[in-house]
């Protein structure tokens, strides 16, 4: 069994999962990229102790006994969107929403862990152009098992 994060873009592991990250991840599998962020998100695995993969499909990597993480349907992007609908084609033990948009219940990180949090985050230098709205990133987080119900 793996822990598996999908993340259409590179960041949105740590804004959206950095709790299950400091758990134990065993690869986070990134949607898109461009090569400056690509070189960012392998120092954050490289810190975070993950497997990074830069491969739009990610189905082919994910298996029946995994638990994976992918973005929750409310999130305004229209790629957190299509992950979430291509992920919850796939059978897996356990699939879990997290948010990047703060959409569904979501708890407050404090002390340690948000400036652990911060720090990891601030690897992506490329972003630091969203500084105004980074707080937000760093000081919550949500998941959300996601149900899903057979119909034969």
């Known amino acids: ?11 949105d592991e740590i804004i959206g999962c950095f709790i299950e990250i400091k758990k134990g991840i065993d690869r986070v599998i990134f ?3 461009n090569e400056e962020r690509k070189s960012e998100a392998e120092k954050v695995a490289e810190v975070c102790k993950f497997e990074p993969i830069f491969d739009y499909w990610f189905e082919k990597y994910v298996k029946e006994e995994d638990i994976l993480f992918v973005p ?5 992007h229209l790629d957190h969107k299509a992950v979430n609908e291509r992920a919850k084609k796939l059978k897996v033990r356990k699939l879990i929403a997290y948010t990047v948009d703060k959409n569904i219940p979501c708890i407050e990180l404090n002390g340690r862990l948000r400036e652990e949090k911060r720090w990891v985050l601030g690897l992506y230098r490329s972003q630091q152009k969203y500084d105004e709205i980074n707080e937000l990133y760093i000081r919550y987080e949500g998941y959300l098992e996601i149900v899903r119900s057979v119909v034969e």
């Open 1 to 11: 069994m793996s822990r598996i994060i999908v993340a259409p873009h590179c960041d």
């Open 31 to 33: 949607v898109e990229w």
């Open 72 to 76: 929750c349907m409310l999130d305004a």
